[in-house]
């Protein structure tokens, strides 16, 4: 039994904000935490300091031992306890309002002294499902402040690269280690190009074998998931772009090559999702003209069998007819006659059709 496969769309409550003044925290999306979760890492060529946070205040009393701040918020659904965090590293209220709307597209916003980072992670289980999360990034000068929906695992492994003694991540600032986290956000999504290219290969093969009528609608949602996908992927390449070009004193021109790595594999999973979505195409083209031919053997089929009793209906009517006077009529072989006779035509036009390789 397949499973069902489909991308988790929070349903968006915009309508909540109207009326209210610019600035106004309102999570749009859904809660997917029922606790939220504060983490910290303070890290520097000379060590690392990991950290959770119980609150704010031991955010706020927390002395700090190395030369970069990684503080990590996990879950939306306190926003008093987002506020007091980004406003203790001065996010601009509107991108604290930003965080809280998780249905906008990837961009980047230089509020001088920080610039702020959106992007959407979409992650496959096993099962194929694929789901969407929002993930902020706030750069400052010696900080890096993140804010996740969902803890899903991608940043955990620039975690593990920062608990390595000696790693090249901590013996470099803050905007390498966005650039660490942008690479990781991304990397992670050649999995879920992966997932989708293995259930495109699957539909193929059932449409080739035995094309049932809920693929058309299989094939229609996998479209659609595709294009989410490249929706989202087209602005993140551009953000990355601008995030190469920015002048700001907060990205040094030194990790632009590794931005522009970045980019690159953003380009590699834009391409692939093009060529997901033109193979969805061929597969519905196909699809439908396997459907098409199905049809038609179908109809050729009953054609045939209904052009062999043609014959047997006319001579049936003929004899059928109330007169006294026909051959046959008076003789007791008449009727075995008449169904050699039937049989004999049928018979034949069945020989013509199998020569013309309609049956």
């Not at 609150?55 to 506020?83: A, K, M, P, S």
């Not at 999702?273 to 699809?287: F, M, V």
Request: net charge negative; proline share 4%; charged share 25%.
């Amino acid at each position: 039994m397949k499973a069902k496969v489909h991308i988790h769309h929070p349903r968006k409550q915009r309508s909540r904000k109207s009326g209210l003044p610019p600035g106004t925290l309102v999570l749009i999306g859904e809660v997917k935490t029922k606790n939220p979760r504060l983490t910290l890492i303070d890290y520097g060529p000379s060590g690392l300091k990991e950290l959770e946070l119980e609150g704010i205040q031991e955010l706020r009393d927390y002395r700090r031992q190395h030369e970069t701040l990684w503080v990590n918020l996990c879950g939306l659904q306190d926003t008093e306890l987002l506020r007091e965090v980004s406003e203790f590293f001065g996010l601009h209220p509107l991108a604290i309002e930003d965080i809280l709307n998780t249905d906008q597209r990837p961009k980047l916003d230089d509020y001088v002294d920080i610039l702020y980072l959106d992007l959407h992670l979409h992650r496959a289980d096993n099962q194929g499902v694929i789901s969407t999360d929002q993930i902020s990034i706030a750069l400052g000068k010696d900080f890096v402040f993140t804010v996740q929906e969902l803890s899903t695992g991608t940043l955990e492994q620039v975690r593990q690269r920062l608990r390595t003694d000696g790693s090249a991540l901590r013996n470099h600032e803050a905007d390498f280690l966005t650039y660490s986290i942008l690479d990781a956000i991304v990397d992670s999504h050649f999995f879920v190009i992966e997932q989708l290219s293995e259930r495109c290969d699957l539909l193929e093969d059932e449409i080739l074998n035995n094309a049932q009528p809920e693929i058309q609608h299989r094939l229609h949602q996998l479209k659609r998931e595709i294009t989410q996908l490249r929706r989202n992927f087209w602005p993140l390449r551009e953000l990355l772009g601008n995030l190469q070009h920015i002048d700001s004193p907060l990205v040094n021109p030194k990790i632009h090559p590794y931005l522009r790595d970045v980019q690159d594999h953003v380009i590699h999973l834009v391409e692939s999702l093009e060529d997901l979505r033109d193979l969805i195409i061929s597969l519905q083209d196909i699809y439908l003209s396997t459907l098409s031919h199905r049809v038609n053997l179908e109809l050729r089929t009953l054609t045939v069998l209904a052009t062999t009793f043609m014959p047997a209906a006319l001579i049936a009517g003929i004899f059928g007819m109330n007169f006294k006077t026909m051959p046959w009529i008076e003789k007791p072989e008449g009727f075995i006659l008449a169904m050699g006779l039937m049989a004999t035509i049928a018979l034949i036009m069945l020989i013509a059709f199998w020569r013309r390789r309609m049956v």
